[in-house]
């Protein structure tokens, strides 16, 4: 894990954790162990449902100081938005474990929920964010032009936003540097296979810009070895991307967790 010049752990802080999720229903405790056994001290649960926000919020009531959440509906979940929905998020968005209006944002990818309703959906959470001046956590899958439209026009009313689990072009890249937005960067970096492209584009983002997630369960980092056997990804492996980034940069792990970890402290309120 990344160290200090006094050999003791640099703390990092995981912005995207999907720690509601049923593969982590009957070990939580022991993943959070094993995170603060690795240097990864807070984690910010993502809500992506009303439900699956009402659960992250739980989970942070539970455990103060280590977990916080978001509110929000993933596009996946938007055909599920309604005027209760937006009441209750909200709701949920004025407690002080909640530290972000999302997941929200638009996946063409999947298009789980009609592309109108995406847009719908997606614009009532940018509401949101600006009249509580929440920060936005957002998604964004094979939409980049109708999202960064929908972005631009009311990215001068919420505080701040940041484009969670970036794998994108330099173009996109550009677009959300530009609305002075944050970028979320997973272990989509550590694969070989897909990541290269990040390796290059990773070393443009200012370093107040620049946070670390791991999206567990998903996106293992493949430079985990040896994998477990389950496959999940979890906090504990947010090192890996902390190292793979910093090598990346041209920058020691330290500075990388250090500049990190500082940038979403800002970001979410948590210094």
Known sequence: MPLSMTGQAMPLLDIGANLTHESFHHD????L??????GVMRMVVTGASRE???HALALAKAHPGTLFATAG???HHALDYDDATDA???ELALQPQVRAVGETGLDYNRNYSPREVQLRVFERQLRIAAELQMPLFLHQRDAHADFVALLRRWRDRVPAAVVHCFTDTGEALADYLALDCHIGITGWICDERRGIHLRELVRTIPANRLMIETD?????PRTVR??????RNEPMYLKHICEEIARDRGESAEVTAANSTATAEAFFGLA
């Open 226 to 231: 040896p994998p477990p056997s389950h496959r």
């Open 73 to 75: 509906v993933h596009p």
């Open 52 to 54: 699956g926000s009402e």
């Open 28 to 31: 939580l405790d022991a993943v």
């Open 33 to 38: 162990q094993r995170a603060q056994a690795h």
């Open 216 to 220: 567990a369960p998903y996106l293992l």
């Open 88 to 90: 209750a998020l909200r």
